[in-house]
């Protein structure tokens, strides 16, 4: 059982937007200002998309965005793309156990 | 740009003891501004951060692994390792190293992965 709780997939249409969220606890998200994203494609590994809540590192497009409220951080995919389809998994740092992921969504661009 | 290689053996029998190298270039290991750590995903499951090493060579372990895990530096190759004890069929997994960005906490460069498998 992961530490953080992610939806097991979610889907969308090319052109909308769509969120994935990610519950933790007062230990963790609600804590921290340390909640990352990051893709994962099948068969490479993950890729930074977002760290700090809602910093995008150079190169990921503004399309992603983050943010955070209470324990409860959220990823925002707009103007979704066929190249979005992917696993996504949110981390944070947790005093319990210092750094810990989401179980991962997959989405799923219809 | 950072680079990070994944090495080691690909089949362990249960018991036996986990040891993988990480290979790091484009930069030196010895940085203030990153830790280095590691990360594994069983096939068709999630990610499990396993620990991280700074450059002073102190570290820190998922706590539900301590006991098992060791990861040190290598300065003088620009590599970090990882050794994990007593392995079991559970610790199959595709094992990455990557950059960890302390002030942040996020891994930005990370290795291609490498298939790691128990099996007797």
């Known amino acids: 059982q992961s530490a953080l709780t992610q939806p097991a997939s979610v889907s969308g249409s090319p052109g909308q937007s769509i969120t994935i969220s990610c519950s933790g606890t007062?230990?963790?998200?609600?804590?921290?200002?340390?909640v990352s994203w990051y893709q994962q494609h099948p068969g490479t590994a993950p890729k930074l998309m977002i760290y700090?809540?809602?910093n995008r590192p150079s190169g990921v497009s503004n399309r992603f965005s983050g943010s955070k409220s209470g324990n409860t951080a959220s990823l925002t995919i707009s103007g979704l793309q066929a190249e979005d389809e992917a696993d996504y998994y949110c981390?944070?740092?947790?005093?319990?156990?210092?750094?810990?992921f989401g179980g991962g969504t997959n989405l799923t661009v219809l | 740009q950072l680079q990070l290689q994944e090495s080691g053996p690909g089949l362990l029998k249960p018991s036996e003891t986990l040891s993988l190298n990480c290979t790091v270039s484009?930069?030196?290991?010895?940085?203030?501004?990153?830790?280095w750590g590691w990360i594994r995903q069983p096939p068709g499951k999630g990610l499990e951060w396993i620990g991280s090493?700074?450059?002073?060579?102190?570290?820190y372990y998922n706590p539900s692994l301590k006991g098992r895990v060791t990861i040190s530096l290598d300065t003088s190759k620009n590599q970090f390792s990882l050794r994990l004890t007593s392995v079991i069929a559970a610790d199959t997994a595709v094992y990455y190293c990557?950059?960890?960005?302390?002030?942040?906490?996020?891994?930005?460069?990370w290795g291609q992965g490498t298939l790691v498998t128990v099996s007797s």
């Open positions: 990557a950059s960890h960005i302390a002030a942040v906490d996020s891994f930005d460069y």
């Open positions: 981390s944070s740092y947790s005093t319990s156990s210092a750094l810990v």
């Open positions: 484009g930069g030196s290991i010895i940085t203030s501004t990153y830790n």
């Open positions: 700090g809540v809602s």
């Open positions: 007062s230990s963790d998200i609600d804590a921290y200002n340390y």
């Open positions: 090493i700074l450059y002073s060579g102190s570290t």
